[in-house]
């Protein structure tokens, strides 16, 4: 059964860093790449990052990009973003997720619980 | 970055209704659409993919379909756990986006 399990989340204060974690289990973590989508509290869903599953290609939205930074550790089968210069409005639930195909497309079948992060003064 | 545009934003139905969910993307996304289940405190969890096809494990009361810009979730024989908060997502183009949601809520 595939499990996504993430940590890390928490308070912070503007232009702190904070490092999200994210252990999977359950499938053969090295073949899929995986990506962190996030929800602003009462909001929708927007995607922040994705990487695939060797580690060759990353991707951010705008929103974040030149402050977050995501990588992988496959032999700890973990996913992680690095965020840089939290702003308040990046305070939302982070998702990690898997997509459901080796190919990179994003077709995202598993997610995780989620974790808070509060970017406030 | 193709806009997804989910309607209606909130619905209010009864135990045992059918109710429907539509979908527009801007720009044609083929069948790359999937439909998501939120639910507070809870993982999201996949209902379909590829517009049409039943994720592992979910129940045959939920389907969808379309094709190109225009897709529907429908939900049938609404039950206490189905009230929830549904996403669509494409996957066509990056990057991925998202529809903003339709709030599902009992009548």
């Known amino acids: 059964e595939v499990h996504l399990l993430e940590s890390g989340g928490g308070l912070v204060q503007p232009g702190e860093s904070l490092r999200l974690s994210c252990a999977a289990s359950?499938?053969?973590?090295?073949?899929?790449?995986m990506a962190w989508v996030r929800q602003v509290p009462g909001k929708g869903l927007e995607w922040v990052s994705d990487?695939?599953?060797?580690?060759?290609?990353?991707s951010y939205a705008d929103s974040v990009k030149g402050r977050f930074t995501v990588s992988r550790d496959n032999s700890k089968n973990t996913v992680y973003l690095q965020m840089n210069s939290l702003r308040p409005g990046d305070t939302a639930i982070y998702y990690c997720?898997?997509?459901?195909?080796?190919?990179?497309?994003?077709?995202?079948?598993?997610w995780g619980h989620g974790t808070l992060v509060t970017v406030s003064s | 970055d193709i806009q997804m545009t989910q309607s209606p934003s909130s619905l209010s139905a009864s135990l045992g209704d059918r109710v429907t969910i539509t979908c527009r993307a801007s720009h044609d996304i083929s069948n790359s659409l999937a439909w998501f289940q939120l639910q507070p405190g809870k993982a999201p969890k996949s209902l379909i993919y590829a517009a049409s096809s039943l994720q592992s494990g979910v129940p045959s009361k939920f389907s969808g379909s379309g094709s190109g810009t225009d897709f529907t979730l429908t939900i049938s024989s609404l039950q206490p756990e189905d009230f929830a908060t549904y996403y669509c997502q494409q996957y066509n183009t990056k990057p991925i986006t998202f529809g903003q949601g339709t709030r599902l809520e009992i009548k």
């Open positions: 997720a898997k997509d459901m195909k080796p190919n990179g497309k994003l077709d995202l079948d598993y």
């Open positions: 359950g499938f053969t973590f090295s073949t899929y790449a």
């Open positions: 990487i695939t599953g060797d580690t060759t290609q990353t």
